[in-house]
């Protein structure tokens, strides 16, 4: 994978772009380095907007279920706390943030889509957490805020990839389009006229109504996706998805 930053001619414009080989994975490096640039952009007080991108053809297929598979303890609790920080310091940008998305946006990637201020999809975009599918704990912080406590069991239990049109009738997403570069360069400019002082100001505000700012539930979602990890569900899951095959889900539930 390789993980560029661009400016724009005045420098206001920033694009965060992550590359790599189909279908556009998050692994650990990956996430390492996007991280790394994130903070080299809320550095640069020049900056007013940040575009983050994957590939002409795929936002990202979320996590690679290969590698994580092979990790041990150690290193799975590293890539989800790497992963979880850089949700949260995307989502703490003091300027404005959007994610344009072509083909797929699935699990971890979703959550990094919804961590931006604005989400510019592709009219081929699929959207969605998938994570019960392969007997994973689903993140639901970002999508309850978004589409509300009912809808959010639904498309989470689920594990439900959504087309961009339904994913915009929800309000998950902020504009659907033919002309991916083009609208998204429209609005990058459009954004960057904002007055950047009191955006960042109005910007904690917003977080501040719906607990943005602290993302108290950030360390259980964690616990709880170390403790799927290793469970009964994930193994089978996993196994399943990598094998084409549907799987068969056969545990209890956990002690309380």
Do not use: W
Request: proline content about 4%; charged content about 25%; some cysteine.
């Amino acid at each position: 994978m390789t993980v560029s930053l661009d400016r724009s001619d005045d420098g206001r414009v920033a694009t965060l772009r992550f590359v790599g080989p189909h279908p556009n994975v998050l692994d650990l490096e990956t996430l390492e380095a996007m991280l790394a640039r994130v903070r080299e952009v809320e550095a640069d007080r020049t900056v007013r907007v940040l575009l983050i991108t994957g590939t002409p053809t795929v936002f990202s297929g979320g996590a690679d279920l290969t590698s994580l598979g092979a990790l041990d303890d150690d290193a799975y609790r590293h890539y989800i706390a790497t992963e979880y920080r850089l949700f949260a310091e995307v989502e703490a940008l003091p300027l404005v943030t959007v994610a344009v998305i072509a083909g797929p946006c699935v699990g971890n990637a979703t959550e990094l889509a919804l961590a931006c201020d604005f989400r510019i999809c592709a009219t081929d975009a699929r959207i969605g957490l998938p994570e019960m599918r392969v007997g994973f704990v689903a993140p639901a912080q970002r999508l309850t805020a978004f589409v509300g406590i009912g809808r959010a069991k639904e498309l989470l239990y689920g594990g439900k990839l959504l087309a961009a049109s339904d994913a915009l009738d929800l309000g998950l997403v902020t504009t659907v389009t033919d002309d991916l570069e083009g609208e998204s360069a429209r609005a990058a400019q459009k954004y960057a006229a904002y007055p950047p002082f009191a955006l960042a100001f109005t910007k904690q505000g917003v977080h501040r109504c719906y607990g943005a700012d602290d993302r108290r539930f950030d360390h259980a979602e964690q616990d709880a996706a170390f403790a799927t990890f290793r469970g009964p569900d994930f193994a089978e899951g996993a196994a399943a998805a990598l094998e084409g095959r549907r799987a068969v889900f056969t545990s209890q539930r956990p002690t309380s």
